[in-house]
């Protein structure tokens, strides 16, 4: 349910989307009057993976605004490398971006240095009521709106649907469950892999530990009391958690060094019985051998 929902929302992005470029384009036949005899180009840097998925949005947004040419330039997949790049170019001042394709946690860090265009008195309360209350909060920064919602991304737990029913399996509910199913199979010699996650030091490390805090009962910072919980035994036992995945052999000994991509080759691969990633997983299986064979769900919990 939630997640049919979520892609019931991406349906209804692009409509809004399109206003608010047009929006900025005609800002931009203020800014620079010379040009507006001409169509204006307007430049963003995309991961690769995102950037061919777009294509069809693009042709659309173009189809409807002959006078705006949308420039996608691809970028590296890893979120942490996208930021940089963008960082770098602000940074010397003469930017070859326009729009940025920016993760919800880089809002702050942007507006404060004055990358970002406000985007308040561009957008009605009628079209933000289509987004999630977390997307559209996440996006604002001392009460002004600076980033539009285009998706929302949650953690999904990928599974094999074929291993699972030939094993006699249903679809794991806790951490338990996802350590048996995993020991089993791989004991069968069906996979050499039972789960794969986010573990290099980077973004992805941090939401893909937030869900294992959640899933025990643990939390970051409590946002009434600022409290930071990540000395609780709560997230003590999130990381052991964590820990013992590599030391039963049910991740791989370097999933301390995996970024998205990495985990989600080896899980279309067919090298691992579970996966956790973002919802754009979901597009790659469906064109790949697992075709068919592949399910997604909420992802487990403690028992406790």
Known sequence: MRISKQLQSIKKIPRTLVALIASIAAALFFILPALTQQPVTIKVLIQALEAEQLQPIVEEFEKQN???NLDIIEAPNETNQVEDLYTSAFLLGESPYDLVYMDIVWVPKFAAAGWLMPLSDRVSQEE????LNGDVNGGTYEGELYRMPFRSDV????????????AGYKPPETF?????ISQDLQSRDTVEWGYLWQGKQYEGLSAMFVEILEGFGGFWVDPDTLKVGLDQ????????????????NISP???????EPATH?????????FLRNWPYVYGLALDSPIEGEFAIKEMPHSRQ
């Open 265 to 273: 080759r080896l899980f279309i691969n067919g090298e691992s019985v």
């Open 176 to 180: 338990d469950d996802l350590v048996q």
């Open 66 to 68: 002959p006078d705006i």
């Open 253 to 259: 000994p370097g999933i301390t060094t995996y970024a």
């Open 233 to 248: 035994p709560e997230a003590i036992q999130g990381a052991e958690f964590l820990r013992s995945l590599i030391k039963k």
């Open 155 to 166: 953690g999904m737990l990928y599974y094999r649907t074929d291993w699972l029913k030939q």
């Open 128 to 131: 933000l009521e289509q987004f």
